[in-house]
């Protein structure tokens, strides 16, 4: 059992630390998106280990909370990328002319 | 405190495990993988795997209790939401060129080398390897 607990927190640790490294050395803006993505399901990995290991269901509502708001975050920064690349021209343009829908 | 004192509690222990080790494995992958693509490959294993894993787990020892559901409710959650953010996420770094396309052995999204200017992502992965092309 704690044996168990130790080995399960160090890897989620780990994990922990070596995601916040890439957050602070990610070269672009998508990189750091992927490692906060990575870093919250850890996160509400660790809130579901702690529900499991302790029998203590008061923080799986958290757990809900956490998994939306990992979504939330991705998907507005990415689109928010999106919004600034539609505004620098051309990134995208194919050789035949294919109507294409922005997002 | 509350110990192992079934099958079950085995089966979950074992599940937590691997979780836990596949959570390890994203953090390794994103630090040593080259491009963006690829960081998004190692980071989403627990998005899938890895949260089915843990909440199975949890389900385990957490069973009779009223928020069962809802640990399947996050499960469902996941599974639903892992695609459309990492569809979105690579749909943007293949436009603005954080993509290594040397690395690449297809590339169907591709026009072939008809493609007019040079990188004008802000961090262009490969810069200089395309534009000779």
Known sequence: ?103 | MNGVHSVADVIAMACLLLGALLCLTAGLGLLRFPDVLSRMHAGTKPQAVGVLLIMVGSALRLAGSSVVWMLLLVAVFQLITAPVSAHMIGRIAYRRRHVRRDRMLVDELGSGAGRPGGPQGDEPADGDARRGR
Do not use: C, K, Q
């Not at chain 1, 919250?40 to 956490?66: D, F, K």
């Open chain 1, 1 to 103: 059992m704690t044996v168990v607990s130790v080995l399960v927190f160090a890897m989620l640790g780990g994990g922990v630390l070596l995601a916040l490294l890439r957050l602070g050395l990610g070269p672009s803006l998508l990189d750091r998106v992927v490692a906060t993505d990575a870093l919250l399901v850890i996160i509400s990995a660790g809130l579901a280990v702690y529900a499991a290991l302790t029998r203590n269901p008061t923080v799986v509502p958290v757990l809900v909370v956490v998994s939306l708001l990992g979504f939330v975050g991705s998907v507005s920064v990415a689109r928010y990328i999106g919004g600034m690349l539609s505004d620098t021209a051309d990134d995208d343009r194919r050789a035949d002319p294919v109507p294409e829908v922005r997002p």
